[in-house]
């Protein structure tokens, strides 16, 4: 192979890395593997898997890496469609093996995770992808972790490490940005910049920025957007946030409804069942122990 040729397969493995992180997942469907080189094939089909998975095509995933478990990238991609189907506890206990016989591999350290985050085993997740050397990915998905536990300082840290040897790297910047949401002040501003291009992750700046009605808009323009159903789950649960803050209460309540509908394992209804729980439990401790009457 030639190296113009070595440089535009290459080329080629970035431009689905990029499209996949920016949710443009048919984008990501579309490119031809015959046209990468033989070393990264394997990193640009995981890639079109995870594309295939977020946007709820396990039952395909599950077909196409049937007889190919074996290899421990498929095996995490494996994990990954089964727990984000009807087969959670499947999944997670092949998350969990993985991360115990294969915790070298970068794949496994960044889809077991994920699958073990998701399971709320967040420490074992830390513990996982921690192990990484040098891999972008798990970069990004540690920070998230890190905030995951109120650990801001530690996702800082991860960042700045990382900033050291990726400064214009597309998820270094990411992961900046939520650092960023999380610290406040002018980061706001920097971090809308940074999500350009992923409206949901957008409106979040715009949120913190007071800008409500034009957090409204990319929100409304994001649910609109019939590739992704996930996405769009996800711009309905901030759109609730947006309408609560606006004290529109009663459009809030529809969209909780719908949400509940489309995904009902969505991260924000199951933490507002945690928190309803939690309020029911402490409300009772101080419930009167003498009944008054008149």
Do not use: C
């Not at 946007?55 to 469609?81: C, F, M, R, T």
Request: aromatic share 4%; glycine share 4%; no cysteine.
């Amino acid at each position: 192979m030639s190296s113009t040729e070595q440089i535009y397969t290459e080329g080629e493995l970035m431009t689905i890395h990029n499209d996949y992180h920016h949710n443009a997942y048919t984008k990501v469907l579309a490119h031809n593997l015959t046209q990468t080189s033989t070393s990264a094939v394997l990193s640009a089909r995981i890639l079109q898997l995870r594309a295939q998975i977020a946007l709820g095509n396990q039952a395909e995933v599950l077909a196409d890496i049937s007889g190919e478990e074996d290899i421990p990238d498929l095996a995490a991609v494996q994990a990954l469609a089964l727990y984000t189907s009807d087969s959670e506890a499947q999944g997670l206990s092949l998350a969990e093996s993985l991360a115990q016989t294969q915790s070298d591999n970068a794949t496994v350290q960044i889809l077991a995770a994920t699958v073990l985050a998701a399971a709320g085993k967040i420490e074992e997740a830390l513990a996982l992808v921690s192990k990484h050397q040098g891999t972008l990915e798990a970069v990004a998905l540690g920070t998230q972790l890190q905030l995951l536990v109120n650990r801001t300082d530690l996702a800082e840290r991860e960042v700045k490490n990382a900033k050291k040897w990726a400064q214009d790297s597309l998820l270094v910047n990411i992961a900046e940005s939520w650092v960023g949401l999380r610290v406040g002040g002018d980061r706001y501003q920097q971090a809308f910049y940074e999500f350009e291009e992923m409206p949901v992750a957008q409106s979040v700046a715009e949120m913190h920025l007071g800008r409500l009605p034009e957090a409204e808009t990319s929100l409304r323009n994001a649910m609109e957007d019939t590739e992704n159903e996930a996405m769009q789950s996800h711009a309905i649960a901030n759109l609730v946030v947006v309408e609560t803050l606006a004290g529109r209460g009663a459009q809030a309540k529809e969209l909780l409804a719908s949400l509940q509908t489309r995904m009902p394992g969505h991260p924000l209804l199951v933490d507002l069942e945690e928190k309803d729980a939690l309020f029911d439990e402490f409300a009772a401790k101080y419930a009167p122990k003498v009944k008054i009457t008149a």
